[in-house]
Structure formats: structure tokens, C-alpha cells
Nanobody
Framework: QVRLVESGGGLVQAGGSLRLSCAAS????????MGWYRQAPGKQRELVAV???????DYQDSVKGRFTISRDNAKNTVYLQMNSLKPEDTAVYYC???????????WGQGTQVTVSS
């Protein structure tokens, strides 16, 4: 499995921005599908954004136009740029790495994002 370490969470006012980072171990990061998920208290974990090995992206409707997922394969890192943050974006954000052919499905430990109104 892949070791994932998230960073960049914190407390921000509504309308502000944060950039999350997720650093992955290993030498074949570029072939993984990387995703950012979030889990708010009392709610199920949900997909926020995903980026494929080819760089295609997809987003949850509620974050389209505000969040941007990107990856730097040379640094084994995936990012989530979050702009125009809203209180409802408050959650623990998790990084995920997946490669079905290799049986890879790994999670990071999570990073807390809190948006105050």
C-alpha cells in the first residue's frame, strides 16, 4: 500500500482560501488515481475531487468553480486548492490513492478544515 500524508488544513474565515497537500510514498505515484474526500461530523465520507493518472479531473457539484485538484508527479504530491470557502466546507479532508490493477487503495490520516462564518 501507499503511505499518504496530508497537510495544509486549518481555520479560515468564510470567503478565504486554503491549499491542501498530500505527499505519497513510492516511485509509481504517477499511475495512481488520486482523490480528495471529506467527512463532516455525523455525515458519511464523500468524494470532493479526483484526478486521474492522465490529469483528467472531476468534482462534486458543490465545489465546482471553487476547488481545484492538481498533481505534481515529480514531487509525488496531489493538491487541493480551495477558494471561496463556506462554513459547509468544514470537515476532515482525506487523501486517497487508488490503482485497481495493483490492488492499491490507501488513505491518509486526514487534515481538519474549519471555516468560520
Amino acid at each position: 500500500q501507499v503511505r499518504l500524508v496530508e497537510s495544509g488544513g486549518g481555520l479560515v474565515q468564510a470567503g478565504g482560501s486554503l491549499r491542501l497537500s498530500c505527499a505519497a510514498s513510492g516511485r509509481i505515484f504517477s499511475i495512481y488515481v488520486m482523490g480528495w474526500y471529506r467527512q463532516a461530523p455525523g455525515k458519511q465520507r464523500e468524494l470532493v475531487a479526483v484526478i486521474t493518472s492522465g490529469g483528467s479531473t472531476d468534482y462534486q457539484d458543490s465545489v465546482k468553480g471553487r476547488f481545484t485538484i492538481s498533481r505534481d508527479n515529480a514531487k509525488n504530491t496531489v493538491y487541493l486548492q480551495m477558494n471561496s470557502l463556506k462554513p459547509e466546507d468544514t470537515a476532515v479532508y482525506y487523501c486517497n490513492a487508488e490503482h485497481r490493477g495493483l490492488g492499491v487503495y490507501s488513505w491518509g490520516q486526514g487534515t481538519q478544515v474549519t471555516v468560520s462564518s
